[in-house]
């Protein structure tokens, strides 16, 4: 074939590719524009997830009318003059591709008066041609509206995915740099529904209750001002400061998405420093489950290089290893000194520790937690009492049986005792049982919850006032969209305000669990579904939220029911995420350790 030059406008779309990705590309270069222009207000309406439309606000410096046109030409950008500049960026943009890249696979309308001026610039733009100039009455400040994006690369369009997945990307994008200039006020609507507001107070805690909800933002640890100074060969010092909001270890995740990472003001994707983080909660968090980090670093613009990738969110460091090091530290010392508060506390978001939830309304009776004799209760044990189980009459599906008294495989046992306050020693016919006692009342709890699912006659307790619970927009629109299934596991709930919920009942078997907690669980539980809900896994997420922890003490006889109970169990062996209950020691095992055999 021959070889030939590409044209200028089959080039732009190439090069479009690199920049442009998705909708949330166009509202991430679009924003960051106008943070480069000073602007203290930002607004962004998107439209069927920015397929349709997107508009993004500013009241900035705005653009000259002389080089409005200038503005949309590759590589064009008034923020760089010299090799020297590329060297130290103190600005979000610099390449001078991003308006050129957008054009060229869009319709682009924009408006902007600059300062000083008497009239704004509206200039008309399709497929990277300009198709009308006008001047306008029009505000100091950009206003530019991007329209059937990709309507000329079919190829591209293809591949977006559905609406509700582009919007959440680009409430993703919003919410971060919201968080990192908490000083300009961000407004984000879609469809013409406002989904997230800041204030532009200037303080980061308002934009958190703004996105977690005031339960997990009243929880987060502030990383004070953590200061680290590195020798380098050009400079005797390059100062890394760190500040930022961490959760503590009772707040965690199924992913790392809420790790998020600014450097010098700008969100970055780093593997290595999303591990500092992770690495800084080191035995502090159950497996597989990750922290919520808000992490803001600033060192010399010479000390780190932007112009690693043509989106801008990829980053490399002079000082190599010193970043890690430095993140790593911040994080955990914050951790380290919240500790002897942190035991303290009553309550925290996301934990599976026992008590109420600050602010908790719901009314408690103290029976269920101490008898009238002032022994300890139940503790919800007894489930399986032939007076407690539902019963066939009930419509519930009968507890399997099997030979003799138990429902399983497993022997009687003989309670020896607790170790720990966490497992219970038991004696069976030929040895020893070593039981977890979390896992195996999760397991009865699960078993008796997945009954009465299962028959679609889940017994409930109406609270006499309700909880109310504020989540993040997209965590209230989830809740939302499945609200038909928590209510068949018993968790029923009604709308109370923008984002905010009242639970009304909770299963009865959770009477005396906090309501909050509940919820939030099968919120957590619906956010790791992604999409594909399934109601064991919202049966799991309730029986974990209430069942025995560990370091809880129980009676001989709360010992003596659990295990009553788990040897009814139609699978005593694992707990429901598959965890083994117990281990089994035989007395030939135990010979040959003690050297008798």
Known sequence: ?????????????????????????????????????????????????????????????????????????????????????????????????????????????????????????????????????????????????????????????????????????????????????????????????????????????DVLVAIYGPEIARQLLEIGDWRMEIEGEQSSHSPIEVTGFVGPPGVHFANRGQITLFVNGRWVKDTQLTYAVIQAYHTLLPSGRYPLGLIFMQLPPEDVDVNVHPTKTEVRFRQGKAP??????????????????????AWALGSNNGGESPGWMGALNPEAFIGASGEQADLALSWLDESAAPSEADGALPLPQMEGDSGSHLPIMRVVGQVGASYIITEGPEGMFLIDQQAAHQRALFEQLQAEWAADNVTVQTLSTG?????????????????????????????????????????????????????????????????????????????????????????????????????????????????????????????REFGRI
Do not use: W
């Open 467 to 591: 909880t109310a619970v504020t989540l993040s927009e997209p965590q209230a629109q989830l809740l939302a969209q499945f609200q038909e299934s928590v209510a068949r596991i018993g968790v029923q709930f009604e709308a109370f305000g923008p984002n905010t919920f009242m639970v009304r009942a909770v299963p009865k078997i959770a009477a005396s669990a906090d309501p909050a907690r509940l919820l939030i669980a099968v919120v957590t539980e619906l956010e790791q579904s992604k999409g594909v809900v399934e109601e064991a896994g919202l049966v799991t997420a309730v029986c974990q939220t209430i069942s025995l922890r560990p370091g809880q003490s129980l009676t001989l006889a709360q010992m003596e029911q659990l295990i009553h109970n788990l040897e009814k169990c139609t699978d005593p062996f694992t707990d429901p995420q598959g965890k083994p209950t117990f281990i089994y020691l035989s007395v030939a095992q135990l010979a």
């Open 1 to 205: 074939m021959k070889i030939q030059q590409l044209s200028d406008q089959l080039a732009s779309q190439i090069a479009a590719g690199e920049v442009v990705e998705r909708p949330s590309s166009v509202v991430k270069e679009l924003v960051e524009n106008a943070i480069d222009a000073g602007a203290t207000n930002i607004n962004v309406d998107v439209r069927q997830g920015g397929r349709e439309s997107i508009q993004v606000a500013d009241n900035g410096q705005g653009i000259a009318a002389e080089e409005i046109e200038t503005a949309f030409l590759r590589h064009a950008t008034s923020k760089l003059t010299t090799i020297e500049d590329l060297n130290a960026i103190r600005t979000l943009g610099f390449r001078g591709e991003a308006l050129a890249a957008i054009s060229a696979v869009s319709q682009v309308t924009i408006v902007s008066r600059s300062e000083g001026t008497d009239a704004g610039t509206r200039l008309v733009l399709e497929g990277g041609e300009v198709v009308n100039r006008e001047a306008v009455g029009a505000p100091q400040g950009t206003v530019i509206a991007v329209e059937n994006l990709f309507y000329n690369v079919p190829a591209r369009l293809k591949f977006l995915k559905t609406a509700a997945t582009e919007k959440r990307l680009i409430d993703e994008f919003v919410t971060r740099y919201a968080l990192a200039y908490p000083q300009i006020r961000f407004r984000l609507t879609h469809n013409g529904r406002i989904t997230f507001q800041s204030s532009g107070s200037g303080q980061v805690r």
């Open 324 to 345: 890690f090091s430095t993140v790593q530290r911040a994080v955990r010392q914050t951790l380290v000194a919240d500790a002897p508060t942190r035991q303290m506390s």
